[in-house]
T-cell receptor, first 115, second 112 residues
Framework: EPEVTQTPSHQVTQMGQEVILRCVPI?????FYWYRQILGQKVEFLVS????????KSEIFDDQFSVERPDGSNFTLKIRSTKLEDSAMYFC?????????????FGPGTRLTVL | KNQVEQSPQSLIILEGKNCTLQ??????????LRWYKQDTGRGPVSLTI?????NTKSNGRYTATLDADTKQSSLHITASQLSDSASYIC???????????FGKGTTLSVSS
């Protein structure tokens, strides 16, 4: 069964460093998403991406964040200068159609720890 | 502000028993409501998706209900198993939007 994969599973970085989190969505999906979950809190939407551009972003997704689909299979989230409060689980998701019509499939997540 | 509230925050039941989890939402314009199961340290997995016109939907031992008038939903788990121990999250989407709005979840522990 097709699934969303994410690498790495755990990333430890120093405050101020740049990190890139990688995702491989399900191959025929057209919509891609990033969410984050701070330990003990609810999952929060960051950004959605379709047709090589951002469809929607939350107030969390500020100038420190960027997303990219560098090739036909990968979808990345870059945090330019990490802060302690960026420590969280980051989930990538994908769907064939937009969320109002279709199920989103989530990856296993990348745990980001900022020291 | 669009919000999803769930109760109870946590629940402990014995294996084989049934339970019902509650969700209230203030999301407009409403598109659909989903229930997800999230195991610790894993991504959420969809259990059910319901649109405005659907009152109930089942997936095996999971049955979700939706009352769009009162903006309430419930998830009923029948004959619980140890593997049902997880967080159950109510998630709502907005019409014409792409973001999912998550509740904080109910942590269910099933003991033998």
């Amino acid at each position: 069964e097709p699934e969303v994969t994410q690498t790495p599973s755990h990333q430890v970085t120093q405050m101020g460093q740049e990190v890139i989190l990688r995702c491989v969505p399900i191959s025929n999906h057209l919509y891609f998403y990033w969410y984050r979950q701070i330990l003990g809190q609810k999952v929060e939407f960051l950004v959605s991406f379709y047709n090589n551009e951002i469809s929607e972003k939350s107030e969390i997704f500020d100038d420190q964040f960027s997303v990219e689909r560098p090739d036909g299979s990968n979808f990345t989230l870059k945090i330019r200068s990490t802060k302690l409060e960026d420590s969280a689980m980051y989930f990538c998701a994908s769907s064939y159609q937009g969320v109002s019509r279709n199920e989103q499939f989530f990856g296993p997540g990348t745990r980001l720890t900022v020291l | 502000k669009n919000q999803v509230e769930q109760s109870p925050q946590s629940l402990i039941i014995l294996e084989g028993k049934n339970c019902t989890l509650q969700c209230n939402y203030t999301v407009s314009p409403f598109s659909n409501l989903r229930w997800y199961k999230q195991d610790t340290g894993r991504g959420p997995v969809s259990l059910t998706i319901m649109t405005f016109s659907e009152n109930t939907k089942s997936n095996g031992r999971y049955t979700a209900t939706l009352d769009a008038d009162t903006k309430q939903s419930s998830l009923h788990i029948t004959a619980s198993q140890l593997s049902d121990s997880a967080s159950y999250i109510c998630v709502v989407s907005v019409e014409a939007g792409t973001a999912l709005i998550f509740g904080k979840g109910t942590t269910l522990s099933v003991s033998s």
